[in-house]
């Protein structure tokens, strides 16, 4: 027999022999090693434990990126006994679904329980040229940018490269995306944008794991121009994410001078914005084909003057880039408003006039709290719900 089970091996062991300690739980209640997340060769040295040859390795990774199968038992070019040590050791399964509330413009929000029971959400936004699945990094953020709804969940922890896959994984189950589901004609899902819940860039070592695995071309196979990841500015970890990745870079700007960008976003004390922007200019492939995005959410009042926009317009001279200008979307006691449209439009016009693609966001999800800078897990919301009720009693 070519394989056998070692009774005094810890699958845990050689994990973090042969790969980085992760600040998720590998391990499922029943003690199994969670597979999803492991490179090719982490796969293969974890397997080893059982003395199976390297495509033994390579078949089952086929099985989980390219079939999608969750179940050891439908690999069918498996032997039965490594199928039987496989159920009992180790684990391909997805996120427990909590929640899944549908919108009336067609995005869906599911809100997501991970092995330890922590929640996170993620939202598909579908649109007749293409399918955007916008994915979490963590759980809760440790930003506290004050208009986003996120800020407001402290930081619990970060996602595990296999939690990060695990979202896309789920979001292929439930589009049907896997050959397995049957004939279908073209994808729903095609991009995917880090931009859910946290901070990915805070996050790197994990996302760029599981980023990789997506752009494999025996992983996941999404190319890295249908790979978007937003930061909100941490200025050491772009360079880094470009020439490792070579992503799509977006960055979360809000603001035209560092003093309104500070006010609203205290990251900004630490990377100002002169860093941040040397770091954009130079990050890797960016050209005027390939050029990075700009995130401007409008706020009444605050960053929305023709001022304001002509500071904008002055500050991104020299970066190939364009910006997408977001109607805030409200969520109680933010303490903003949104701009009104007039007052968009004629921010738009000064930047089109400056030579800038700026193109005001079409709001999706609204309706369900799944748009932009809304997001935060169920259990946290009906917790502040419960605090917010005893206090007015």
């Not at 022999?17 to 597979?35: I, M």
């Not at 329980?113 to 979490?136: A, H, K, N, Y």
């Not at 969940?153 to 996602?159: H, Y």
């Not at 397995?180 to 994990?206: A, F």
């Amino acid at each position: 027999m070519e394989f056998k089970i070692n009774q005094k091996s810890d699958p845990e062991m050689s994990l973090q022999k042969h790969a980085e300690k992760f600040s998720a739980p590998r391990k499922d209640a029943s003690g199994r090693v969670q597979l999803v997340g492991l490179s090719l060769e982490e796969m293969q040295a974890v397997l080893s434990e059982h003395q199976l040859p390297n495509f033994r390795s390579k078949q089952i990774w086929n099985w989980i990126y390219q079939r999608g199968i969750t179940d050891f038992n439908a690999m069918a070019n498996l032997p039965k006994e490594l199928r039987a040590i496989l159920t009992a050791h180790y684990a391909i399964d997805r996120p427990a679904l909590i929640t899944e509330q549908k919108s009336a413009d067609g995005t869906i929000k599911w809100l997501l329980g991970m092995s330890d029971g922590q929640q996170v959400e993620m939202v598909f936004i579908p649109t007749p040229q293409r399918g955007t699945l916008c994915v979490s990094s963590q759980v809760g953020c440790t930003l506290t940018c004050k208009f986003c709804h996120t800020g407001t969940q402290p930081l619990v922890r970060n996602l595990g490269p296999h939690e990060i896959l695990q979202q896309v994984m789920f979001a292929k189950d439930h589009l049907n995306e896997w050959p397995s589901s049957g004939e279908k004609e073209g994808r729903d899902l095609t991009n995917i944008v880090m931009m859910g819940m946290g901070e990915p860039l805070y996050n790197y070592d994990n996302v760029a794991k599981a980023l990789k695995i997506c752009m494999h071309p025996d992983g996941l196979g999404i190319s890295k121009r249908h790979i978007t990841l937003s930061t909100s500015g941490v200025v050491p970890q772009i360079h880094q994410c470009g020439e490792e990745l070579g992503v799509n870079l977006a960055v979360s700007l809000h603001a035209p001078n560092d003093d309104i960008r500070s006010d609203i976003m205290p990251i900004n004390n630490k990377y100002p914005l002169a860093d941040l922007l040397d770091a954009c200019r130079h990050y890797p492939g960016v050209s005027p084909i390939r050029r990075i995005t700009f995130e401007y959410v409008m706020l009444d009042g605050v960053n929305d003057s023709d001022d304001n926009a002509r500071q904008l317009a002055k500050l991104l001279v020299d970066i190939p880039c364009k910006l997408n200008l977001i109607p805030f979307n409200g969520w109680e006691n933010s303490g903003f408003e949104c701009s009104p449209m007039e007052r968009i439009e004629s921010f738009a016009k000064i930047l089109e006039n400056a030579g800038y693609d700026a193109p005001i966001r079409r709001p999706r999800g609204r309706d369900i709290l799944a748009a932009c800078g809304q997001l935060k897990s169920a259990s946290q919301r009906e917790k502040a719900n419960k605090i917010t009720a005893t206090e007015t009693l």
